[in-house]
């Protein structure tokens, strides 16, 4: 079964300082690819790229900010140069701005649009409109590649609280379905992963007390998870690797994978 094999890509995974990028980025180069790990926390991005390395796969850090159109032409470039042109990416920057959340002090009449703002522009432009208007562009004037936008359960149903994250990440589906459409016939494959809850630096303080029991609300989510468990973010490898591979899934465009232990197949 070479259908999984991806030794001729190159994978640009955006946040893979992160939790769930960082796990996603060790599984395509344990898949063959040539990995570039991108992020602006540089010791989490290197620490990465070392872990990808000591164990014999290729993978380099670049530092940049998705934010920063002119930071990530820097640092196509320096891909570019350094391991090939990319043929996939991960677009893994995302994660919910507390200032933009509802709480018992702050309603949603009293949400401040500036961090309303800032929650659309990480989440969706940052998340998945810069990263493909530079390297997506690219693979459309080459004609192939596949990317891989991350949406999360809340882009599906809104969760409670955090409004300008799900609203963002609703929006990140509707624009990922947009581009498979655009560019379908352009050899460049546009899908999502909604992933379910994995403990991460974002969401922590909302599932875990300071002594590490979990809050109601991880409570609250476990009790909806038919599987009756958070993910691992190594759980989100098998996707990856499915929607990244030509051989694997070169007939699928504007998909969405549920890695979620059928959160949200669950209703009462
Ligand atoms: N952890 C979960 O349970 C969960 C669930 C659903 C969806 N998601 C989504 O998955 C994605 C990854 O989440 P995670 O849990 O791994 O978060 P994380 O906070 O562990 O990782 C995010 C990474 O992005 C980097 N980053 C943030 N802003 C950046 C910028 N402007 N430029 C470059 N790098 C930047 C951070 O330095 C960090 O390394 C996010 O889109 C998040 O919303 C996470």
């Avoid at 790229?49 to 998705?66: E, L, T």
């Avoid at 409109?129 to 192939?144: D, I, T």
Wanted: net charge neutral; glycine share 10%.
């Amino acid at each position: 079964m070479d259908i999984f094999d991806l030794s001729n890509e190159i994978a640009v995974v955006l946040g893979a300082g992160g939790a769930l990028g960082g796990a996603m980025a060790e599984g395509l180069a344990e898949a063959g690819a040539g990995v570039a790990i991108l992020d602006f926390a540089v010791e989490r991005g290197q620490a990465r790229a070392k872990s990808i390395a000591d164990k014999g796969r290729r993978a380099v850090f670049v530092q940049a900010n998705a934010l920063d159109r002119a930071s990530l032409r820097a640092a196509h470039e320096a891909v570019t140069r350094e391991l090939g042109a990319p043929t996939i990416l991960v677009n893994a920057v995302g994660g919910n701005d507390p200032a933009a959340q509802v709480t018992e002090d702050r309603s949603f009449e009293n949400l401040s649009a500036e961090a309303w703002r800032a929650n659309f522009d990480l989440n969706l432009c940052g998340g998945v409109l810069f990263p493909c208007q530079e390297f997506g562009a690219a693979m459309v004037k080459r004609g192939r590649g596949s990317i891989i936008n991350i949406a999360s359960v809340s882009a599906h149903i809104p969760l409670s609280r955090v409004v300008a994250y799900s609203a963002a990440k609703a929006a990140v589906l509707n624009l990922t379905r947009f581009l498979a459409r655009e560019w379908a016939t352009k050899g460049v494959r546009v899908n999502s992963i909604t992933p379910g809850f994995f403990p991460a630096d974002q969401n922590r303080r909302l599932l875990f007390n300071a002594d590490g029991s979990p809050t109601p609300r991880a409570k609250a989510i476990l009790d909806h998870t038919p599987m009756r468990r958070m993910g691992e973010p190594s759980e989100l490898i098998g996707a990856v690797i499915f929607l990244a591979s030509d051989k694997a899934s070169g007939f699928v465009t504007g998909a969405d994978i549920r890695v979620d232990g059928g959160f949200l197949a669950q209703t009462i």
